[in-house]
């Protein structure tokens, strides 16, 4: 079975700019979480989908959104790029929402803001 | 807020020694758990997830519960160079987020 996949893999954009990354979840996954990783704040959640409605947000600002597709895919959108938001950009599928249920990774979006 | 913390590192063993991880947690309400690898530059990767109190082993692999202390181990027997990455422990919350430690480096010495 085809793992999750994120596209796409580097990105470089300056200030200002707008970003849309992408994530196909492992099939028959339906639950599919955003995460943002940085050397200095570690692996931080940022929104969870599922079913095509958001479950779940962390503690980012508006700029950053998300959606999901009826066929589980997801996107999320960074808008006025700033330069903290230069980030390994992960995603993680899981079957459904709910206590115990693994996520696996993808292999991330590495994204530069210049 | 909940807090997962993690001792950062790294942790150097030789090869062939027992490699002992530590996390403890904030949230009393908490029930699954996970420790997942991730090498540097690669994205993480489940090892395993415990949910009751005690040990559960998977090969080289044994993850340790103590609910009453908010406390998970992760122990990896027979360490290999092969096994030289951070190590992430991670809690779900009672709205079923994964709430991540800053992870543990670890450092196989040959």
């Known amino acids: 079975k085809a793992g999750v996949t994120q596209t796409p893999r580097y990105l470089i954009k300056t200030r200002g700019q707008q970003v849309t990354l992408s994530c196909s979840p492992i099939?028959?996954?339906?639950?599919v979480s955003w995460y943002q990783q940085t050397p200095g704040q570690g692996l931080q959640f940022l929104f969870e989908?599922?079913?095509?409605?958001?479950?779940n947000k962390g503690n980012f600002p508006g700029r950053f959104s998300g959606r999901q597709f009826s066929n589980s895919r997801s996107e999320m959108n960074v808008s006025t790029l700033e330069l903290g938001d230069s980030a390994l950009y992960l995603c993680?599928?899981?079957?459904?929402?709910?206590?115990?249920?693994?996520?696996?990774f993808g292999p991330g979006t590495r994204l530069l803001v210049l | 807020q909940k807090e997962v913390e993690q001792n950062s590192g790294p942790l150097s063993v030789p090869e062939g020694a027992i490699a002992s991880l530590n996390c403890t947690y904030s949230?009393?309400?908490?029930?699954?758990f996970f420790w997942y690898r991730q090498y540097s530059g690669k994205s993480p990767e489940l090892i395993m997830s415990?949910?009751?109190?005690g040990d559960k082993e998977d090969g080289r692999f044994t993850a340790q519960l103590n609910k009453a202390s908010q406390y998970v181990s992760l122990l990896i027997r027979d360490s290999q160079p092969s096994d030289s990455a951070t190590y992430l422990c991670?809690?779900?919350?009672?709205?079923?987020?994964?709430?991540f430690g800053s992870g543990t480096r670890l450092l196989v010495r040959p």
């Open positions: 993680a599928s899981s079957l459904v929402t709910g206590p115990g249920e693994t996520q696996y």
């Open positions: 099939s028959g996954h339906r639950s």
């Open positions: 989908y599922f079913s095509e409605t958001q479950r």
């Open positions: 949230d009393r309400v908490s029930q699954s």
């Open positions: 415990i949910y009751s109190n």
């Open positions: 991670a809690v779900m919350d009672s709205s079923y987020k994964l709430i």
